[in-house]
């Protein structure tokens, strides 16, 4: 059974930067498409990034240029660099595995249970 647990998730301003990890329990890490998604209050959860076995990435348009994934196969750990937040970036945010790789919620095989980012001005 797939694990995730998400970390770094806390109070941040505007312009700030925050690192978010998740730790994965799972002998198929390297076989699967990683995804972040985050969920607002009264919205439904979107994908915002990706990053695929080989390390090929994709991005939502709203955090293009401000947030970067990575992903550290050794470690089983996918990680999200939030830069320039804004006070819209106000979300759950959670990990998730995908082995279709489709940026989406549709087929996710896992899910962690979020960590909050609040980003106030």
């Known amino acids: 059974q797939v694990q995730l647990v998400e970390s770094g998730g806390g109070s941040v301003e505007t312009g700030g930067s925050l690192r978010l990890s998740c730790a994965a329990s799972?002998?198929?890490?390297?076989?699967?498409?990683m995804v972040w998604f985050r969920q607002a209050p009264g919205k439904e959860r979107e994908a915002i990034a990706q990053?695929?076995?080989?390390?090929?990435?994709r991005y939502a348009e709203s955090v293009k240029g401000r947030f970067t994934v990575s992903r550290d196969n050794a470690k089983n750990t996918l990680y999200l660099q939030m830069n320039s937040l804004k006070s819209e970036d106000t979300a759950t945010y959670y990990c998730?595995?995908?082995?279709?790789?489709?940026?989406?919620?549709?087929?996710?095989?896992?899910w962690g249970r979020g960590t909050q980012v609040t980003v106030s001005s």
């Open positions: 998730a595995s995908d082995r279709a790789c489709l940026f989406s919620p549709a087929r996710v095989q896992a």
């Open positions: 990053v695929s076995p080989r390390g090929y990435k």
């Open positions: 799972t002998n198929t890490f390297n076989y699967d498409c």
